[in-house]
């Protein structure tokens, strides 16, 4: 945590000098909020505006998929934004997705459950994409060592390649995300670990310092390869129906939940039995980072929490400490470490991306083009 400047917290959301980088106006107000306010709220169409252009990028994407057994594809991992998003896909726009499901070795039963529970629901097909996991605990043993603070990124990297690289495979066109403003448009800096996008020049340094195994058949698709040679090359399109309908996260849950038997989850990325782990024990713990600052701060700025619910639910751990030792011990033997070999790892000496070779430059340059733009309207750092 920053400790060069002293303490402040936003006074409208609960972001704080844990992002070194976060400036406030004369009234204790942060970028987030008023970024919010500025260039995300006036922009952000939920109403009838935004289901005709929702139903217009339907007819569009029926039309290019016409002769095709998908006319596009989702991602889809259990958790709720890629839940609601396939729901909207079928039941709303009325396209045919193929559902595409990375499993990295990490799921919980109720994220698989999920997912089997939507895909006979709605009648759909599913493709699953089992990474090799020696390749796998490999690189994230890898990132462990390499003591950056973002240790999801193997995961993340996994889920991403790996449908991209399938949708390439199989020509599909247009990729449906999660990605919203409803529970998102609060997102976390930099230094939190959100690294913007797939660096392998990062990864493959990381691994190269610290692995032990060759990754022959972990996909690992370069930022640029789809931001420029899957989008303009071969003209793949992301688009993200969310943020085109309501989507308020309880009444989604609820809604789900009577549908199909979807059982939610305590809080945001908790499909993931690692993604859990990272969040809720050690990037506060050992960074003193709390992603749960961003996504409360979302909930506030959409009008789904208030500022006292969110500063009450920050003052203590998502999850019982007991748990949460137990957890450290199933990842550690999970990933073929002691625990105290993880433990070490855990005190050591905590280092960021610029400790190795990245393309961070070239990728903020790219950041700031889009939202010179208009096309990233959250802030990014």
């Not at 402040?8 to 992002?19: A, V």
């Not at 991992?77 to 396209?95: F, P, T």
């Not at 990605?179 to 976390?188: P, Q």
């Not at 308020?248 to 908790?270: A, I, P, R, S, T």
Request: neutral net charge; hydrophobic residues 35%.
């Amino acid at each position: 945590m920053n400790t060069k400047r002293p303490y402040q917290i936003c006074t409208k959301t609960i972001m704080d000098t844990s992002d070194p980088s976060i400036v406030f106006d004369e009234n204790g107000i942060s970028d987030y909020y008023t970024n919010f306010k500025k260039s995300i709220e006036p922009n952000w169409h939920t109403n009838k505006v935004g289901y005709d252009e929702l139903m217009a990028e339907a007819e569009k994407i029926k039309k290019e998929g016409k002769n095709q057994d998908f006319d596009c594809i989702i991602g889809l991992s259990g958790g709720l934004d890629s839940s609601y998003a396939l729901y909207v896909a079928k039941e709303i726009m009325g396209l045919r997705p193929l559902i595409f499901h990375v499993d990295a070795g990490w799921n919980t039963d109720k994220a698989v459950g999920n997912i089997e529970k939507l895909v006979n629901g709605l009648g759909l097909d599913l493709y699953t994409e089992v990474i090799n996991w020696e390749e796998m605990k490999d690189l994230q043993v890898a990132f462990f060592k390499s003591q950056v603070a973002d240790q999801d990124m193997p995961q993340d990297i996994a889920f991403f390649s790996g449908l991209y690289k399938f949708a390439k495979k199989n020509k599909i066109k247009y990729v449906l995300t999660g990605g919203n403003y409803s529970t998102e448009c609060c997102r976390e800096p930099e230094e939190w670990g959100a690294y913007p996008g797939i660096d392998k020049t990062l990864i493959m340094d990381i691994h190269s310092k610290f692995g032990k195994r060759e990754l022959k058949s972990f996909p690992i698709v370069d930022i640029f390869s789809y931001k420029i040679y899957y989008k303009y090359v071969l003209g793949m399109k992301v688009f993200k129906p969310l943020n085109l309908v309501p989507y308020n996260k309880k009444e989604v849950e609820d809604l789900l939940f009577e549908k199909f038997g979807w059982e939610k989850f305590q809080h945001k990325h908790h499909e993931s039995r690692f993604t859990r782990f990272y969040e809720d024990y050690w990037m506060p713990r050992k960074f003193g980072y709390e992603k749960r600052r961003a996504h409360f701060s979302s909930l506030i700025l959409t009008g789904q929490m208030t500022r006292d619910e969110a500063l009450d639910r920050i003052s203590r751990p998502e999850l019982d400490e007991k748990f949460l030792e137990k957890e450290f011990e199933y990842v550690a033997h999970k990933l073929d470490l002691t625990v105290a070999q993880l433990q070490e790892i855990f005190e050591g000496e905590n280092k960021t991306f610029y400790d190795y070779k990245n393309k961070r430059t070239l990728i903020g340059f790219g950041s700031q083009v889009m939202r010179k733009l208009g096309l990233e309207k959250r802030l990014f750092r």
